[in-house]
């Protein structure tokens, strides 16, 4: 999973699989049926015809949590009105158990289950993922007759003991809307779809987003890539980013070399209104042969590239690790009682460190600006629990304190990836890196064959160096800080402290300006310290901005307004025309742009320049 946190809110401003032996060894098939041409109260009926069952009663369960997530978010709570028949059409006994279960009893003549399956996107705040919120991403959404993002687990739960056993599932909808997924249709209807999975965990590996047909394929070295995308208004098609990301792709497929994990792979993109009703959490969910990605739709074009080749180049390299590389609690996973691996530094943390380094590897962009990347992840590390081992926080991530630490993993995560690449490229005198370990992670294990968690370290130890395992156990394992400049120096890099400019309109993720709904107005948040920017201006607390040299400013292109911003030079003429009181007024002066500490990293020692070019470009 890939989350951006945006440098907005907008309105209160600006921002695997467990396999159980299934009750009977004839082969049976879980059929769900789910319905888009009737969407009722912002709703879609499912209907669920259930296996042959031997016990007298039965659960039926909606996960409470899916891999890739490391947060507990219940869908089970956006089903309402489950009810269970028997093969007369008798309504049976279901007690609901807990807020993703249900007991159906006399369970032997179970026939069916139906139920009203609301989506996550309507009620979504943007500040309270991994609590209140679904991540959009992992999420759903119900427009009818215009766009539905199916995640599948958010629509088809698992009866207990028969999650090995097949599933068929079958997709009514508007002849008008097509669904883009990895998995092949086998219905040549142009209104019915039918997929088939071997078992439920597969499944719910296979999203599908159906909309008004806009995708784009492409092959990259035999891996054919589809991207498809719902944008509310038209601003994008999948025509418009798809140069870009056929450039992008290319790059990771040839910095993978022989890792090769999948032939079809499907991006599905959702451009947010950022209306109350609509998705609030922006990011990438990664799948083993697809990502979802939400970002909002009112972004500039080179924001929106940026920000796919951020999130989709991380999710993408998950075909890596986890899922061809992973432990048992990834291969088994448990939908409602999920235990943790300790290895989110390598799930995770190896993921965000390839999505930077194969940037720099396939020349997509300069050394500088890969630097300034790890200078930020040092700085914003630092900010965090330095000292909780990171297995201890990988395994307990579900709960406090552990799950406040969780972003660490693009932070520390990407850091420990790229001192271990850096202790490989020094013992192998430069021939062999990170990358080389995954390879051989995968060779050793793979799609099926899990590792045990408390192994890993070991083996990683026996395919590298000594000193791999000890950084390891020190650093990973233990609470110790890790001493960057070390590793840096290997590759003749060091880091020092510059004053630069910061955002005029933010301070980390603190607003200063905010949006009025009723009117779509910006204006200065209030009873806040404001930055030099304002306050050299004149600025006050509740003064509305109508323009800015010129140019009128409100919800429709505040990002316009954020983008240009970042293109004004100290000192620079400007004029603000402001409302302030009811009177308009006109405010003339000249920029003063906050500046901040920040860590930076540079080429200090170019008689390492030799292992630096193995590490940056082998």
């Not at 200078?375 to 629990?385: H, M, R, V, Y």
């Not at 400019?501 to 993720?509: E, L, M, S």
Request: glycine share 4%; charged share 25%; proline share 4%.
């Amino acid at each position: 999973m890939k989350r951006i946190v945006f440098a907005f809110a907008l309105t209160s401003m600006l921002w695997s699989c467990k396999t159980i032996n299934t009750q009977s060894t004839k082969v049976q098939a879980v059929q769900a049926t789910i319905n888009l041409n009737e969407v009722k109260n912002d709703q879609v009926f499912v209907t669920v015809n259930a296996p042959a069952v031997t016990t007298n009663e039965i659960i039926y369960r909606i996960p409470k949590t899916v891999p890739g997530t490391y947060s507990e978010d219940n869908y089970g709570r956006y089903i309402e009105d489950l009810k269970a028949y028997d093969k007369k059409g008798n309504v049976l006994e279901v007690k609901k158990l807990d807020e993703n279960s249900w007991t159906i009893t006399k369970a032997k003549g179970l026939s069916k289950i139906t139920y009203l399956v609301n989506d996550t996107f309507d009620t979504e705040k943007g500040t309270a993922f991994g609590k209140d919120d679904v991540f959009s991403p992992a999420g759903s959404n119900i427009i009818a007759d215009k766009n539905f993002m199916i995640n599948t687990h958010c629509f088809i739960g698992y009866f207990d003991n028969f999650m090995a056993t097949p599933y068929q599932v079958t997709v009514n909808h508007p002849e008008n809307l097509s669904g883009s997924t990895s998995m092949t249709d086998q219905d040549s209807s142009t209104t019915t779809d039918l997929f088939v999975t071997s078992r439920y965990a597969e499944l719910v590996e296979n999203p599908i987003m159906y909309s008004k047909p806009d995708n784009t394929t492409f092959t990259v070295d035999g891996m054919e890539i589809q991207i498809s995308v719902y944008s509310p208004t038209g601003k994008y098609t999948a025509e418009s980013i798809t140069p870009e990301m056929k450039t992008m792709m290319t790059a990771q497929k040839n910095f993978l070399g022989k890792i090769n994990a999948t032939k079809k792979y499907t991006v599905l993109l959702y451009l947010s209104s950022m209306k109350e009703d609509d998705a609030q959490g922006f990011g990438a969910l990664e799948h083993p042969t697809a990502t979802t990605v939400v970002l909002p739709e009112i972004m500039e074009k080179d924001e929106l590239v940026k920000s796919m080749m951020d999130v989709v180049s991380h999710e993408f390299f998950h075909i890596v690790t986890p899922l061809t590389i992973h432990s048992k609690e990834i291969q088994f996973f448990d939908y409602n009682a999920p235990k943790m691996s300790e290895h989110l530094w390598m799930y995770e943390g190896v993921t965000e460190y390839f999505a930077n380094l194969f940037q720099i590897n396939q020349s997509l962009i300069p050394e500088e600006d890969f630097y300034d990347r790890l200078a930020e992840k040092i700085e914003e590390a630092n900010a965090l629990n330095d000292t909780m081992p990171f297995t201890d926080m990988s395994a307990n991530v579900l709960k406090q304190p552990y799950k406040d630490q969780y972003l660490n993993v693009y932070q520390k995560g990407t850091l420990i990836g790229m001192c271990i690449d850096i202790i490989i490229r020094e013992k192998s005198n430069g021939q062999r890196g990170i990358l080389d370990l995954m390879q051989k992670l995968s060779n050793e294990y793979g799609v099926s064959k899990p590792f045990n968690d408390a192994d890993l370290f070991d083996k990683i130890t026996a395919l590298t160096y000594p000193e791999v395992g000890e950084f390891l156990k020190t650093y990973v394992a233990g609470p110790t800080p890790i001493p960057y400049e070390i590793y840096l120096a290997k590759v003749g890099l060091a880091k020092s402290i510059v004053q630069e400019p910061a955002a005029v309109f933010i301070k980390g993720q603190t607003p200063y300006v905010m949006v009025n709904p009723n009117n779509n107005e910006i204006s200065v948040v209030p009873n806040m310290d404001l930055n030099v920017f304002f306050t050299h201006l004149g600025l006050k607390g509740d003064d509305v901005i109508l323009e800015i040299n010129n140019i009128a400013y409100s919800y429709d292109n505040i990002y316009d307004m954020i983008n240009q911003s970042a293109k004004w030079k100290e000192n620079e003429e400007i004029t603000l025309k402001i409302r302030r009181n009811g009177k308009e007024e006109l405010l003339k002066g000249i920029v003063k742009l906050p500046y901040e500490d920040r860590e930076k990293i540079d080429v200090t020692d170019d008689s390492k320049k030799q292992l630096k070019e193995a590490w940056l470009k082998a």
